[in-house]
Nanobody
Framework: QVQLVESGGGLVQAGGSLRVSCAAS????????LAWFRQAPGKEREFVAA????????KYADSVKGRFTITGSNADNMVYLQMNRLDPEDADVYYC???WGYGLTDRMSPYEYGGRGSQVTVSS
């Protein structure tokens, strides 16, 4: 089992920056892909970014490329999402997710584990 706990959400003005963190525990994550998804009320959960822990390869949704950066630390089993130039459209609950294996995917179904989410609010 892998446990994921998000933190770092909050309120930020449009154009500002915020970093959300995900603490992973339960397994050695070197063979896992960690990802961030987000979901607004009444909408489907959507992919944001993913990182392959073995090679640090990354994948991003087009809507966040150039603004968001996903990083990981094998030393402390953390994954971070640095969000810059935030827009009110980015205001969602951000969820951390994990899957075993090396394939970077933006589909939600392969991710076996997920956290409870962290709220990000962007004021205009």
């Amino acid at each position: 089992q892998v446990q994921l706990v998000e933190s770092g959400g909050g309120l930020v003005q449009a154009g500002g920056s915020l970093r959300v963190s995900c603490a992973a525990s339960g397994r050695t994550l070197s063979n896992y892909v960690l990802a961030w998804f987000r979901q607004a009320p009444g909408k489907e959960r959507e992919f944001v970014a993913a990182i392959k822990r073995s090679t640090y390869s990354t994948k991003y949704a087009d809507s966040v490329k150039g603004r968001f950066t996903i990083t990981g630390s094998n030393a402390d089993n953390m994954v971070y999402l640095q969000m810059n130039r935030l827009d009110p459209e980015d205001a969602d609950v951000y969820y951390c997710a994990a899957k075993w294996g090396y394939g970077l995917t933006d589909r939600m179904s392969p991710y076996e584990y997920g956290g409870r989410g962290s709220q990000v609010t962007v004021s205009s």
